[in-house]
């Protein structure tokens, strides 16, 4: 009996496990709904009770399932102070605690942090090596993108520079680091609107540096990219070839070129 229900609980191979964690899933999002839809004053005041009713359900489901994992688990202690089980553990606590501290129920946001479990069910390890690759991309990047970004922050500083003495403080540009601030703001495209300028020569500066935030958006792309082909290509193996002719379509068990009819004795 136990360790059928371990089984349901901790393997997500099973059907009885799949079930297990796909209810798990639908039960943590739908406490997460419930938190954000009672943070809106107007459906809490309408349905404060219906809310409070579903989260307790809710949370003594959790709370049960947590008391299994650990009757069930070989190593108790250890899955208690693992990651996931501390995770467990602060999805139950925010709604008893909102007995004792008022507002502390908002910590029930913490269940998401459980939604980290989805990667059981979706058997992401197979792309754990294409991570890797992606990482060691970044990795043998990081230098050109650093030179880069402080190509970008020199920019920023003559151009915001610019600014300030184009525009001055009349129009909002009070200081050098505002205007450095302005200019990396619009440079990104992200544009708060908190400051912008007003005279012709400040605009016209203004929209080249938006037309050339597009273009500096592209090259950390373009760096890292060529990295993780490289990387690709390192990974792939290397395909047979004939020595004669260099054609690379051969078939495993050919003995001979079918171009050129070079011998593979030697080559495969």
């Not at 139950?92 to 129920?105: A, D, E, H, K, Q």
């Not at 450095?180 to 992200?190: A, F, G, K, L, R």
Request: charged share 20%; proline share 3%.
């Amino acid at each position: 009996m136990k360790q059928k229900i371990h089984n349901i609980i901790f393997k997500a191979d099973t059907r009885g496990g799949l079930t297990f964690d796909l209810v798990l899933l639908l039960l943590i999002i739908l406490s997460v709904i419930l938190v954000m839809l009672e943070s809106i004053d107007s459906l809490n005041i309408k349905y404060e009770q219906w809310f409070e009713k579903a989260e307790w359900i809710i949370t003594s489901l959790f709370l049960a399932e947590y008391i299994l994992r650990i009757w069930v688990s070989r190593k108790p202690f250890k899955y208690i102070f693992s990651t996931l089980g501390i995770i467990d553990f602060l999805s139950v606590t925010p709604m008893f605690l909102s007995v004792l501290l008022v507002g502390s129920n908002v910590l029930l946001a913490l269940r998401a942090l459980r939604l980290l479990r989805v990667f059981r069910l979706l058997k992401l390890a197979r792309y754990i090596n294409e991570s890797d690759k992606l990482v060691a991309s970044l990795k043998a990047s990081r230098v050109k993108i650093s030179v880069f970004l402080l190509a970008v922050l020199i920019l920023c500083i003559v151009l915001g520079t610019i600014m300030y003495l184009v525009e001055g403080a009349d129009n909002g540009f009070t200081s050098i680091p505002k205007s450095v601030y302005w200019c990396i703001v619009t440079m990104t495209t992200v544009g708060f609107g908190d400051i912008a300028p007003v005279t012709p020569l400040g605009q016209f500066i203004a929209a080249l540096i938006m037309i050339l935030g597009y273009g500096i958006l592209a090259v950390p792309t373009g760096i890292v990219s060529a990295e993780y082909v490289q990387q690709t290509k390192e990974d792939e193996p290397k395909k047979p070839s004939c020595t004669s002719c260099g054609t690379k379509k051969i078939v495993k068990e050919a003995e001979y070129c079918y171009v050129c009819g070079q011998a593979f004795e030697n080559e495969k």
